[in-house]
């Protein structure tokens, strides 16, 4: 059975400030791994996404993540976050489309 | 291109009643899968349609079901409501559903509230 761990639950920054929000997961079979936003009263947004290949992967805002298969971690890094990145971060390994969402990290970025 | 649709935004109902939401997937679109928002479980997989047929399906009880239309719409029904159903419900919809290069692209979702 899938599962993935989000290790932060609220994260505190200021603007500047670096970001790394932890995930792990467990996962028979080949795996693709997404990363989502959910910024206040919007809906969720892919932020980035592994499929293979290149286990750093860009997404959209200046996010990246790595992919570290003896970890099983799909960590995911900005290295100056904004205020407008305040929302809520979703890990989510998947096959297909059925996927596995972690509980979420709600980031709140400081002036 | 058009988005996610997700009908209705907003849905009262009482306890025992049933409900009905629609979800139309982004042209060309032929997936459609249905999740569950919660504040206490947070984001769950209900099911997934691919060309009218269920592919996936979650860990829900037999009151949640879905169906999917020729034209790749998708309803989605759950029967004799329970408080426990309040929940915010996204539907997402991809090009394929096996295939390993595919994404989800989600709508606002229905939220759903069981007085």
């Known amino acids: 059975a899938q599962s993935v761990s989000q290790h932060n639950h609220h994260v505190i920054l200021s603007e500047a400030a670096s970001l790394e929000l932890g995930c792990n997961y467990s996962?028979?079979?080949?795996?693709?791994l997404f990363w989502y936003v959910q910024y206040p009263g919007q809906h969720l947004q892919l932020l980035l996404k592994y499929f293979s290949g290149d286990p750093l992967v860009k997404g959209i805002k200046g996010f990246e993540a790595e992919f570290i298969k003896s970890k099983f971690s799909f960590n995911l890094r900005k290295p100056s976050v904004q205020w407008s990145d305040t929302a809520e971060y979703f890990c989510?390994?998947?096959?297909?489309?059925?996927?596995?969402f972690g509980t979420g990290t709600q980031l709140k970025v400081e002036l | 291109k058009a988005g996610v649709t997700q009908t209705p935004r907003y849905l009262i109902k009482t306890r025992g009643q049933q409900v009905t939401l629609s979800c139309s997937p982004i042209s060309g679109h032929r997936s459609v899968s249905w999740y569950q928002q919660t504040p206490g479980q947070g984001l769950q997989f209900l099911f997934e349609y691919f060309s009218e047929t269920q592919r996936n399906k979650g860990n829900f009880p037999g009151r949640f079901s879905g169906r999917q239309f020729s034209n790749s719409r998708s309803e989605m029904n759950v029967s004799t409501l329970e408080l426990g159903d309040s929940a915010l419900y996204l539907c997402a919809s991809s090009l394929t559903s096996d295939a390993t290069y595919n994404e989800q692209f989600f709508g606002p979702g229905t939220r759903l509230t069981v007085l």
């Open positions: 989510a390994p998947g096959g297909g489309n059925k996927l596995t």
């Open positions: 996962y028979g079979g080949t795996v693709n």
